[in-house]
């Protein structure tokens, strides 16, 4: 009856019979959420789970400084970005000074498939060119740009085949398990290197590469060391612009580097970034250099209404606030390197276990059949995930063969919590999935 709420497969029932199919959600028989607190999420049922995969509520879910930010402004205004405000203006300073000194000059959007669809059409806006370098096994985003530079099977299966002519790949830079291994990872530089050489000697010298800086999609794959600077030398020789996209591993997460690109020693010409930069609100933006954003100018309008917003500005200013005032990149250094440790020794007990890839609150456990032959072990993955929800821990699969546990909790995730995370996931290796 009208007024009563309703059982959570109702709701579940009534998604799927009116959203398109194609906007699927976690777990086939998933619980219904109705509140988060921290690191925590809480179901109608009351009961909490622990979650373990959120770099979307970066502060942590309901963090009350963001509620009173965005509360305070929107009862005072909330408008399109044409219009003249404060929040505008220390917000975009601010973000601007997280990164080096050249990155000066901010674009504000929505999301990070529209950051590196932006990002892709400066690229092109500043070169004159159309043709961009993309790395395989990549997610950017969904919209025309940054699906065409998306090539991750695991979203679409036929990513490769269906790439439009001005994307070219190069090989995914996965020293564990990608085409070069081990020490020979150190290839995977000059193979790209090359790539773009020959684009050049054929006429077609690309208007960049967008890659991400430490390889999220993967799992939170470090790049082989000097990845970043030889592609970046290699790509600014021929004119091209580097792109950094920082949707996932950038602000914080990985401890030991504010930016991925940090840990590749690099500077990228153009950053995009979101996801955590909002902690839920639609936040994303690209910076760049001054010179670069102008020639946007030859792509013709840009205008994003609700793009630096005064509620998305005041809430992105708390979102920085809190990482400060709480030491949560401190936080994702020293609870991350005590999860990968619990991680690496469950590793030492089951054979299950490939290797924990990952740095901070970042992390990422592969499981494989063979240690040897690195065969995915897919369905295991699955089935962990689906017995760990039973143990009160939300956790789902990535990478191209959805055989590894993306690990990325809110920043102000305890040290209790992760310890709650791997004693589940001990008992699941230990009595079976
Ligand atoms: N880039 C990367 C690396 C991402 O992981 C994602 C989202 N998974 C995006 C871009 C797109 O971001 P959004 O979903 O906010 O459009």
């Not at 591993?249 to 010409?269: A, H, I, K, S």
Request: aromatic fraction near 8%; proline fraction near 5%; charged fraction near 20%.
């Amino acid at each position: 009856p009208a007024g009563e709420p309703s059982a959570p497969d109702d709701v579940l029932a009534r998604r799927e019979a009116v959203l398109a199919e194609v906007q699927e959600h976690y777990y086939s028989v998933p619980p219904q959420i109705e509140r988060g607190w921290r690191e925590y999420l809480v179901g109608v049922d009351g009961r909490v789970y622990l979650d373990m995969v959120n770099n979307v509520a970066s502060v942590g879910h309901a963090h009350p400084r963001v509620v009173e930010a965005a509360y305070r402004q929107l009862r005072l205004v909330n408008t399109n970005s044409r219009f003249n405000y404060r929040a505008i203006a220390d917000y975009a300073e601010r973000i601007a000074a997280t990164l080096p000194d050249e990155l000066d000059t901010v674009f504000f959007v929505n999301s990070g498939s529209e950051a590196a669809d932006l990002a892709i059409r400066l690229a092109m806006a500043t070169t004159g060119r159309t043709d961009m370098v993309a790395m395989r096994e990549a997610y950017h985003g969904w919209t025309f740009a940054s699906d065409a530079v998306s090539t991750s099977v695991a979203d679409n299966p036929s990513a490769l085949s269906t790439r439009p002519e001005w994307v070219h790949t190069v090989a995914a830079a996965n020293s564990y398990r990608g085409e070069l291994r081990g020490a020979d990872a150190s290839g995977y530089g000059p193979q790209a290197v090359q790539l773009i050489d020959e684009l050049a000697a054929a006429g077609t010298p690309p208007a960049g590469i967008i890659c991400e800086t430490y390889f999220g999609n993967a799992g939170g794959v470090a790049l082989p060391d000097g990845y970043l600077s030889q592609v970046y030398e290699a790509i600014r020789r021929h004119g091209g612009i580097a792109i950094a996209d920082e949707v996932q591993v950038g602000f914080g997460r990985l401890g030991e580097w504010f930016w991925g690109f940090q840990q590749q020693g690099v500077v990228p010409d153009v950053v995009a970034v979101a996801k955590s930069i909002g902690a839920g609100q639609p936040i994303g933006a690209v910076i760049t250099r001054r010179e670069i954003a102008d020639r946007y100018r030859t792509q013709g309008y840009f205008f994003s209404s609700t793009g630096g917003s005064p509620v998305s500005a005041v809430i992105g200013m708390a979102v920085l606030d809190v990482i400060r005032d709480e030491g949560l990149q401190e936080n994702a250094r020293v609870v991350g390197a005590h999860l990968k440790n619990r991680l690496e020794a469950l590793g030492r007990e089951h054979d299950i276990v490939g290797t924990v890839h990952g740095s901070g609150l970042y992390l990422g456990l592969e499981f494989v059949r063979d240690r040897e032959t690195l065969e995915p072990a897919t369905e295991e993955t699955a089935a962990i995930c689906d017995r760990l929800l039973e143990l009160g821990v939300i956790m789902q699969p990535t990478g191209d063969h959805q055989n590894v546990l993306k690990i990325k909790p809110p920043l102000c995730i305890t040290r209790e919590s992760v310890d709650y995370f791997a004693d589940q996931l001990s008992r699941v290796l230990v009595t079976g999935w």
